[in-house]
C-alpha cells in the first residue's frame, strides 16, 4: 500500500498515473508517469537476494484523503464516513453509491470511495490578496481553494498583505500559528491579520465539509444522520500548548454546527496515530 498526495489517476492494476503537481511541489519527469510501479521494483531489487524471498507483485496506491477515510472505519455506528487533509495542502474523500458517479454507468447503489481533489475547486469571493497569491505559485489557476485554506500559502498570504521584508524567507504556517498563540513581542496588526487568515481557512472548510454533506444526504434520502470525520494535518490539528486546545479544529466544529442540515450531524474523531500508513495498509488488504 503506497499512500500519494497529489492528483493521479487510477489504474485497474492497482497503480496511479501522476496528472499535476500541487503545493509548490515540481519534480520533473513524472507527470504521466505510473508513482507506485518505480517503488515495487526497487523493493524487488531490494529483496531480490534476501534470505526471506520476499516478492511484491501489485501495489495499490492511494490518495491521502482516501488513506484517512479508511482510517475512520474503525469508528462503528455511522451512516456515512468523510476523509480530510487540511495541511501543507487540502483535499477530502467519501463514499458515494457507484449509480450517482455518471461517468461509471452503474446501476448498482454499493458504495465506492472516491477522492474528490476538493482542493481544485475556485471558491465565489476570494479577494484580491487571493489571486496575488496564486500569481506567484508555480501552478496558477489551479488549486484556487487550496491556496486560500491550506499550510502551504497561508504564509504567502500573510506576507503578501504585509511588506515581505518584514519576515525571514523560511516564514511559513508554523510561525504564524506561534504568532497567533503567543503574540507578545509581535505587532498587534500582524497579529490579527494572521488570526483572521486563520479563521477564514477554518471557516472555508466548514463549509465544503457542509456542502459535501448536503450531496451524501440528497444521494441517499433518510438514511445519512450521522457522519464520522477523519481528519489529518498538521494545519487542522494544529495545538495551542498554553491553552491545551486545538483552536483550528474547534472552528471547524463551531462554523458546522450553523452550517449543517436540520438533523445531521458530523463528529470529528481524535486525531488518529499514523492515518497515510493505517489507510494505506487497508488498500493493500482489499
Known sequence: GYCF???AAARLNGDAVLLRWTKGMDIPGMVGEPVGEPLLKYLNNRFKNSSKKIVFDSIKVINDTIACLFAGFSEVGYDSYIGLIVGTGTNMACLMPLNKIAKLNMKS???IPVNLESGNFNPPYLTIIDRMVDAI???KGSQRFEKAVSGGYLADMHQTIFNTSLFDADFNGGDMAKMINDPEGYDEEQVKVAKWIFDR???LVAATIAGLVQVLVEQS???IKKICL????SVFW???VKKNATPYKDK???ELKALLPEGVTVTIIDEMKNPNMVGAAISALI
Not at 477523519?230 to 494535518?233: E, F, N, R, S, V
Open 201 to 203: 481557512s477554518a471557516q
Open 230 to 233: 477523519a481528519a489529518d494535518g
Open 5 to 7: 498526495s497529489y492528483p
Open 252 to 254: 471547524v466544529s463551531e
Open 137 to 139: 505559485s508555480n501552478n
Open 238 to 240: 494544529g495545538k495551542d
Open 221 to 223: 434520502p433518510g438514511k
Open 109 to 111: 447503489e454499493d458504495l
